[in-house]
């Protein structure tokens, strides 16, 4: 599956921001969908995932109550909504798809997409 990461961008803190990770070449609902982050000087992270079905979502502590993951298999698509953004959210941001496996680590993920910048000014 071909994945395609987008929607960053520069944005004060407190501001929000929609990332969009659409996916083509395979049956999408097969997926479940991760979206991790990589800030800079540091290793790339769990940032949040969402089950095949969107039933389900998990989240990393740093951004539980401000961000919402969330999927339309109908349209091959995932988002990653961010509220409340925070300096500390800056960085590079990837969505990955998994067939079976662990949500939060990454090595469970067979498909990546490439990076969308995302900066948060103070």
């Known amino acids: 599956v071909q994945l395609q990461a987008s929607g960053g961008g520069l944005v004060q803190a407190g501001a929000s921001l929609r990332l969009s990770c659409a996916a083509s070449g395979r049956t999408f609902s097969n997926y479940a969908i991760g979206w991790f982050r990589r800030a800079p000087g540091k290793e790339r992270e769990f940032v949040a995932a969402?089950?095949?079905?969107?039933?389900?979502?998990y989240y990393a502590n740093s951004v539980k109550g401000r961000f919402t993951i969330s999927r339309d298999n109908a349209e091959n698509t995932a988002y990653l909504q961010m509220n409340n953004l925070k300096p500390e959210d800056t960085a590079d941001y990837y969505c990955?798809?998994?067939?079976?496996?662990?949500?939060?680590?990454?090595?469970?993920?067979?498909?990546w997409g490439q990076g969308t910048l995302v900066t948060v000014s103070s």
């Open positions: 969402i089950s095949k079905t969107g039933d389900s979502t």
């Open positions: 990955a798809a998994r067939y079976s496996g662990s949500y939060y680590g990454q090595q469970g993920y067979e498909y």
